[in-house]
């Protein structure tokens, strides 16, 4: 089991900058990638941004030049810099890991923080 613990929502105007955290524990082993989601009152679940194990980094088109995502592994953390943000970027804000397991992987999810942009 992986458990992920979010924090750094909350309300910010647009322009505005936040940084969202989230610690990883329990078993770590075959973590393969390591990201953040969000989800719109409305809408369905989709990617921000997300690293693999190789460091290799993913982001969504409507994020990109805005928000940097980070993994430090000796600490087990991934953040995501969001800067410039825009009303359209409010929702809640899911951690996300991948675990390889088997001939599969297993996806785990923090408990979500709200991310609140105002105009």
């Known amino acids: 089991q992986v458990q992920l613990v979010e924090s750094g929502g909350g309300l910010v105007q647009a322009g505005g900058s936040l940084r969202l955290s989230c610690a990883a524990s329990?078993?770590?082993?075959?973590?393969?990638?390591m990201g953040w989601y969000r989800q719109a009152p409305g809408k369905q679940r989709e990617l921000v941004a997300a690293v693999n194990s190789g460091g290799r980094i993913n982001y969504a088109d409507n994020v990109k030049g805005r928000f940097t995502i980070s993994r430090d592994n000796a600490k087990n953390t991934v953040s995501l810099q969001m800067n410039s943000l825009k009303p359209e970027d409010t929702a809640v804000y899911y951690c996300n890991a991948v675990q390889a397991y088997g001939q599969g992987s297993l996806n785990y999810w923090g408990q979500g923080t709200q991310v609140t942009v105002s105009s």
């Open positions: 329990g078993n770590l082993f075959s973590i393969i990638a």
